[in-house]
Protein backbone atom coordinates (compact mmCIF):
# COMPACT_ATOMS: atom_id res chain seq x y z
CA UNK A 1 0.00 0.00 0.00
CA UNK A 2 1.55 3.55 -0.68
CA UNK A 3 0.51 6.24 1.45
CA UNK A 4 0.57 10.01 0.56
CA UNK A 5 3.16 12.09 1.25
CA UNK A 6 3.58 13.94 4.99
CA UNK A 7 2.42 17.51 4.41
CA UNK A 8 4.68 20.43 5.22
CA UNK A 9 3.71 22.52 7.85
CA UNK A 10 6.27 25.48 7.67
CA UNK A 11 9.74 25.56 6.47
CA UNK A 12 12.18 28.08 7.08
CA UNK A 13 16.28 28.99 7.44
CA UNK A 14 17.10 30.05 10.55
CA UNK A 15 19.80 30.26 13.57
CA UNK A 16 17.94 27.58 15.40
CA UNK A 17 14.99 26.71 17.13
CA UNK A 18 13.17 25.59 20.47
CA UNK A 19 10.53 22.97 21.48
CA UNK A 20 8.93 23.39 24.42
CA UNK A 21 8.21 19.95 26.06
CA UNK A 22 5.26 20.90 27.69
CA UNK A 23 3.27 22.13 24.77
CA UNK A 24 4.78 21.21 22.12
CA UNK A 25 5.08 24.41 20.63
CA UNK A 26 8.39 25.58 18.57
CA UNK A 27 10.19 28.98 19.13
CA UNK A 28 12.17 29.95 16.19
CA UNK A 29 15.57 31.65 17.19
CA UNK A 30 16.42 34.17 14.35
CA UNK A 31 14.52 33.48 11.33
CA UNK A 32 16.36 35.07 8.19
CA UNK A 33 16.02 36.02 3.96
CA UNK A 34 19.16 37.32 3.96
CA UNK A 35 22.84 35.99 4.90
CA UNK A 36 26.01 38.60 4.43
CA UNK A 37 28.88 36.86 4.32
CA UNK A 38 32.69 38.77 4.90
CA UNK A 39 34.09 37.78 1.54
CA UNK A 40 33.49 35.25 -0.56
CA UNK A 41 34.18 32.28 -1.34
CA UNK A 42 33.17 32.23 2.81
CA UNK A 43 31.32 30.77 5.69
CA UNK A 44 28.35 32.95 7.93
CA UNK A 45 27.13 32.31 11.42
CA UNK A 46 25.98 28.50 11.32
CA UNK A 47 22.39 27.76 10.47
CA UNK A 48 19.81 25.36 9.56
CA UNK A 49 16.90 24.87 7.31
CA UNK A 50 13.81 23.64 9.65
CA UNK A 51 10.52 22.01 8.70
CA UNK A 52 8.04 20.87 10.59
CA UNK A 53 6.04 18.02 8.77
CA UNK A 54 3.18 15.74 9.25
CA UNK A 55 0.58 12.84 8.13
CA UNK A 56 3.45 10.78 7.74
CA UNK A 57 3.26 6.97 7.95
CA UNK A 58 6.48 4.88 8.59
CA UNK A 59 9.96 6.25 7.22
CA UNK A 60 10.53 8.61 4.37
CA UNK A 61 13.68 9.76 2.65
CA UNK A 62 14.47 13.48 2.87
CA UNK A 63 16.59 15.30 0.67
CA UNK A 64 17.60 18.73 0.88
CA UNK A 65 18.84 20.43 -2.50
CA UNK A 66 20.36 23.46 -2.66
CA UNK A 67 20.97 25.65 -5.61
CA UNK A 68 22.66 28.77 -6.54
CA UNK A 69 21.42 31.51 -8.97
CA UNK A 70 24.65 33.37 -9.12
CA UNK A 71 25.84 36.30 -11.27
CA UNK A 72 26.26 34.59 -14.23
CA UNK A 73 25.26 30.99 -13.63
CA UNK A 74 22.42 28.32 -11.95
CA UNK A 75 23.72 25.69 -10.47
CA UNK A 76 22.73 22.47 -7.92
CA UNK A 77 24.91 23.64 -5.36
CA UNK A 78 24.89 20.92 -2.52
CA UNK A 79 22.72 18.00 -1.86
CA UNK A 80 22.02 16.68 1.89
CA UNK A 81 20.20 13.61 2.71
CA UNK A 82 18.16 11.91 5.72
CA UNK A 83 15.33 9.80 6.74
CA UNK A 84 12.50 10.86 8.93
CA UNK A 85 10.04 8.63 11.11
CA UNK A 86 6.68 9.06 11.52
CA UNK A 87 5.28 7.20 14.85
CA UNK A 88 2.07 8.44 14.35
CA UNK A 89 0.58 10.73 11.63
CA UNK A 90 -1.06 13.07 13.28
CA UNK A 91 1.80 14.07 15.19
CA UNK A 92 4.52 16.82 13.91
CA UNK A 93 7.72 15.65 13.20
CA UNK A 94 10.72 17.88 13.02
CA UNK A 95 12.78 17.44 10.06
CA UNK A 96 16.19 19.75 10.05
CA UNK A 97 19.49 19.80 8.38
CA UNK A 98 22.12 22.07 10.31
CA UNK A 99 25.33 23.62 8.72
CA UNK A 100 27.90 24.94 11.11
CA UNK A 101 30.13 26.01 8.38
CA UNK A 102 28.77 26.12 5.18
CA UNK A 103 30.94 27.17 2.12
CA UNK A 104 29.23 29.93 -0.14
CA UNK A 105 30.91 30.69 -3.14
CA UNK A 106 29.69 33.44 -3.58
CA UNK A 107 26.48 36.15 -3.30
CA UNK A 108 23.50 35.64 -4.80
CA UNK A 109 20.25 33.49 -4.00
CA UNK A 110 20.60 30.15 -2.47
CA UNK A 111 17.50 28.03 -3.40
CA UNK A 112 16.86 25.29 -0.67
CA UNK A 113 14.18 22.93 -1.71
CA UNK A 114 13.27 19.85 0.77
CA UNK A 115 12.24 16.62 -1.55
CA UNK A 116 10.00 13.52 0.30
CA UNK A 117 10.23 10.44 -1.49
CA UNK A 118 11.68 11.76 -4.05
CA UNK A 119 9.19 14.42 -4.56
CA UNK A 120 8.99 18.24 -4.56
CA UNK A 121 7.66 19.16 -1.08
CA UNK A 122 8.82 22.70 -0.57
CA UNK A 123 11.50 25.67 -1.06
CA UNK A 124 12.58 28.37 0.44
CA UNK A 125 15.59 31.33 -0.71
CA UNK A 126 17.86 32.60 0.78
CA UNK A 127 19.73 35.75 0.10
CA UNK A 128 23.52 35.89 0.40
CA UNK A 129 25.42 39.16 0.03
CA UNK A 130 28.89 40.95 1.04
CA UNK A 131 28.52 42.63 4.29
CA UNK A 132 29.57 46.01 4.29
CA UNK A 133 32.54 47.36 6.40
CA UNK A 134 31.05 49.77 8.44
CA UNK A 135 34.93 51.37 9.70
Known amino acids: ?9 GLTVC ?7 ASGNYSVIRSFTGHPIDSFPGTGEP ?6 LTD ?4 IDA ?17 VRGRINFPDPLQLVECVFRFQQFPFP ?5 LFTLFL ?19
Open 1 to 9: MTYPLPVVV
Open 15 to 21: RDFIRDP
Open 47 to 52: FCVFAI
Open 56 to 59: GVGE
Open 63 to 79: ELVISWFGDEEFVEYAR
Open 106 to 110: GSGVF
Open 117 to 135: GEEWAAQKALRVYQRENHS
